[in-house]
């Protein structure tokens, strides 16, 4: 990647600064951004946790967490040594008045209260208005802070403005950045670009040229340790209120008027309020979910869900879910959208498809099939669109071949697909909002998965069990099937 301006000199705060999100994600996006010359050499990396540890022994795990999730031919010692400089740690309970708020305030203390300060919550939502208040509490707000909320914002509608009421008392929304890693993703980021700089395709972007869109978020590992927070999440939750939601906007909603943030995040807003409701007593028409059972993924074994919780526990928990989403506007009347997620799925995949319709007529001996186009957000980033081309096979009647015109963006551009995180933590120095959620955003979501989530309390669409290693439970088929539509893996 070419060498960019840096952003302003900061102070990066992360609360919960031991976790796996800090060492697997945090980090190595700021050591390559610092690596890029885009992070100042007198930025600053304050780390916070409950852990007794000394500044040289975190700076010691941050070195180690690099190792590990960084490939070694990007790791330059020289550079690791300058940006393992830029650490500091501070043994601290957020969310505890008493705790030991004098150290960080006296590292914070060092600097003019003009450098830009971000706190990152690395934490249990359940915690943000309590870290927000002691921040509060300890004049450690200053006009240029800003706060990075991690999701899930709340567990529904009520408990979402719980938290953002909690931290709004401290922080404007304008200084409140809400995460969404799926948004810093560059495949994510360029269907602005795809449709908006391509009136190809812009042009073809309603009802009457599109039969369906898939959204697929599909993952072959399993809780990975994650188990308690999973199990009182859902893949509802997980995945399809923030991550797949947002997508869908961005795929559904109309032209902005600039690419201004509250442009874009206004045209997404609109799409959110078009959904067409789902009611409880309907959960089982639009929508189906699942659990993995004992199954086999790449060739192994692997336990079912219940297993990777430990022994002796049950749960209703689903780790897959389907389902139907219409938008009641102009442009997307009766065109479906199918949002789909899951662990120990077939194969890791996030995609969007877009299936335009079939011609009405042919005059071809055998009928061409319709045009697809295929957004791959991970992994092989890129486009592809499926065309009929001319059998070259020697015929004597003109038959029809498909075939992919394919675009895979690492190849095209030859430069590294940075992480989505990358980006996103630059922004908010940059005070850039764009790629994230605005509160009203989350309102909205929830207010659309509370009646799912209501439905199936009351059991109105019963968990299916569905082997890992498979593309999930028989009900995701059956979902498409009402309409004689298929899941992508089914048309090839």
């Not at 409950?50 to 040289?56: D, I, K, N, Q």
């Not at 959960?283 to 919780?309: C, K, P, W």
Request: a negative charge.
């Amino acid at each position: 990647m070419a060498h960019l301006p840096p952003v302003d000199t900061f102070d990066y705060i992360v609360f919960g600064g031991t976790g796996d999100l800090t060492m697997r994600k945090l980090l190595p996006a700021l050591y390559y951004r610092f690596r890029d010359g885009q992070v100042p050499a007198d930025a600053r990396i304050i780390a916070t946790a409950r852990s007794p540890l000394s500044r040289g022994e975190y700076q010691d795990r941050a070195r180690q967490a690099l190792q590990e999730h960084i490939p070694p031919a990007s790791l330059e010692a020289d550079t690791v040594t300058r940006f393992i400089e830029l650490v500091h740690y501070v043994s601290l309970n957020g969310a505890e008045a008493q705790s030991n708020w004098a150290d960080l305030r006296g590292l914070l203390d060092q600097e003019p209260e003009t450098r830009i300060r971000v706190y990152y919550l690395a934490t249990s939502p359940a915690l943000y208005g309590q870290i927000c208040e002691n921040l509060s509490k300890q004049n450690l707000i200053t006009e240029q802070s800003r706060v990075v909320l991690e999701k899930p914002i709340g567990t529904d509608l009520q408990s979402a403005n719980a938290i953002n009421d909690s931290v709004g008392r401290h922080f404007p929304e304008n200084h409140i950045f809400r995460i969404d890693h799926y948004l810093g993703k560059e495949t994510v980021q360029n269907l602005i670009t795809l449709r908006f700089a391509n009136p190809v395709f812009e042009r073809l972007w309603t009802s009457d040229a599109i039969d369906y869109v898939q959204i697929t978020a599909a993952e072959t590992v399993g809780v990975e340790g994650r188990g308690a927070y999973y199990d009182r999440s859902g893949c509802l939750r997980d995945m399809i209120q923030n991550h797949l939601l947002q997508v869908l906007c961005l795929v559904a909603m109309d032209p902005p008027v600039s690419l201004d943030a509250d442009s874009v995040r206004n045209e997404k807003l609109k799409v959110l309020h078009a959904l067409k409701p789902i009611r409880p007593s309907d959960v089982a028409i639009y929508t189906s979910r699942g659990q993995y059972m004992r199954g086999h993924v790449n060739g192994q074994t692997v336990g079912s869900y219940l297993e990777d919780l430990g022994e002796g526990v049950t749960s209703e928990t689903e780790t897959f879910v389907a389902l139907k989403a219409e938008i009641l506007s102009w442009r997307w009347g009766n065109v479906p959208f199918y949002l789909r997620s899951g662990k120990r799925m077939a194969e890791k995949c996030s995609e969007i498809v877009i299936q335009f319709k079939s011609a009405p007529w042919t005059i071809f001996a055998n009928r061409p099939a319709a045009n697809r186009l295929v957004i791959r957000i991970q992994p092989d980033e890129g486009v592809m669109l499926s065309v009929s081309t001319k059998d070259p096979t020697p015929t004597d009647s003109l038959s029809l071949r498909e075939a992919d015109i394919n675009i895979e963006f690492e190849k095209a551009f030859n430069i590294r697909y940075p992480d989505s995180y990358e980006r996103l933590l630059l922004d908010v120095v940059r005070g850039d909002p764009i790629l994230f959620i605005r509160r009203d955003e989350v309102e909205a979501a929830w207010k659309w998965i509370d009646p799912i989530l209501q439905g199936w309390s009351k059991n109105e669409a019963p968990l299916e069990p569905y082997p890992a290693g498979t593309w999930g439970p028989e009900g995701a088929r059956n979902l498409l099937a009402q309409s004689g539509h298929l899941w992508h893996e089914d048309m090839k």
